[in-house]
């Protein structure tokens, strides 16, 4: 149930998922990255040191739990935050590589 709430909330808009996002264009998920170890936790989400598959990147990926932010009613937050992250390229703040979720989470790679 909530997966369906989420998407009909905002997750899908012109049947494009809009929480689906890459600065290289090349889709992700999960698999493709190493995870490292847990660098914070907030209250909303953890974030996690991740190296990428293939080419040994590092990055931040920020994790966030669904069904939390639903509970919180913080789904229009997430989205804006996700939205000026891939819109904005300025060297005083950090640049979104990827954003992508399964079933109960979200992922945004930083």
Known sequence: MVETVFADKYMET??????TASRDSTPVTLDDF???????????????????????????MKILKKKYIEKKKQ????????????EVNHPF????????QNDKKLFFVL
């Open 34 to 60: 190493s995870l490292l170890t847990v660098i914070g936790k907030g209250s909303y989400a953890k974030v996690v040191l991740v190296k990428r598959k293939g080419n040994d990147k590092i990055y931040a």
């Open 93 to 100: 703040i950090i640049t979104m590589y990827n954003a992508f």
């Open 14 to 19: 012109e049947n494009v998922n809009i929480m």
């Open 75 to 86: 789904e229009a937050h997430i989205k804006t935050e996700r939205d000026v992250l891939v």
